[in-house]
């Protein structure tokens, strides 16, 4: 158990719909970083807070956006959905903005 | 365009084998390479880690070695397991002041038969 905690686990919608994935970090980590797995595109790194602030930004979409709170838990919100967009979305968090990073379990999610 | 290319896709090994994945990279920016674990389920869990100022890093049955000239790393497992078998993920980034991007590679399945 990584200490990174990610609701919901799974998640299954619509396409053209919305929904939001929370991600609570480690105890004392400030940064939280998002990625995006599937079957053919493999882990994709989305976009990285640290202690609130947007730090670092990868293959996000413009409909996909992300947040930092200040109690230091995160949400991706996914808009306009689409079929593609089904995929696991992990959260990972570490101390610093440039320590090793642990991954929480993952929420799949199903858009149909 | 894959900033870390990882080989083989799929990986089969007999108990007490060694198990071996390669990687390479482009960006010279990179400086940590960090190798992630993953079973079916669960998120990927750090492995082992290694900065281009070590030619090779050990921990256990895990090696990495690492040949900055090349731009290529990889993974050794010895005395492979059953239980070792998972998906292996090697990873790059550049620690900057402002946040850091990892790139990872496209996994590799090992499977170690008993």
């Known amino acids: 158990d990584s200490g990174v905690t990610q609701t919901p686990k799974h998640l299954i919608t619509a396409t053209g719909q919305r929904v939001t994935l929370r991600c609570s970090p480690r105890s004392g980590d400030l940064s939280v970083y998002w990625y995006q797995q599937s079957l053919d595109q493999g882990l994709q790194f989305l976009i990285h807070y640290y202690n609130g602030e947007e730090r670092a930004k990868g293959n996000i979409l413009e409909r996909f956006s992300a947040q930092q709170f200040p109690d230091l838990h995160s949400e991706l919100n996914l808009s306009s959905l689409e079929l593609g967009d089904s995929a696991l979305y992990f959260c990972?968090?570490?101390?610093?903005?440039?320590?090793?990073?642990?991954f929480g379990p993952g929420t799949r999610l199903t858009v149909l | 365009q894959q900033q870390v290319k990882q080989s083989p896709q799929s990986l089969i090994v007999q108990k007490g084998g060694i198990s071996i994945i390669n990687c390479a990279y482009e960006?010279?920016?990179?400086?940590?390479f960090p190798w992630y674990q993953q079973f079916p389920g669960k998120g990927p869990a750090l492995l082992i880690a290694i900065r281009p100022d070590v030619s090779e890093k050990k921990e256990g049955r895990f090696t990495i070695s690492f040949n900055k000239s090349a731009k290529q790393f990889s993974l050794h497992i010895m005395d492979s397991q059953p239980g070792d078998s998972a998906t292996y993920f090697c990873a790059a980034s550049s620690f900057r002041s402002t946040g850091n991007q990892f790139y990872f590679g496209t996994g590799t399945s090992l499977t170690v038969i008993p």
């Open positions: 960006n010279t920016a990179f400086d940590y």
């Open positions: 990972a968090s570490s101390v610093g903005a440039n320590n090793e990073q642990f």
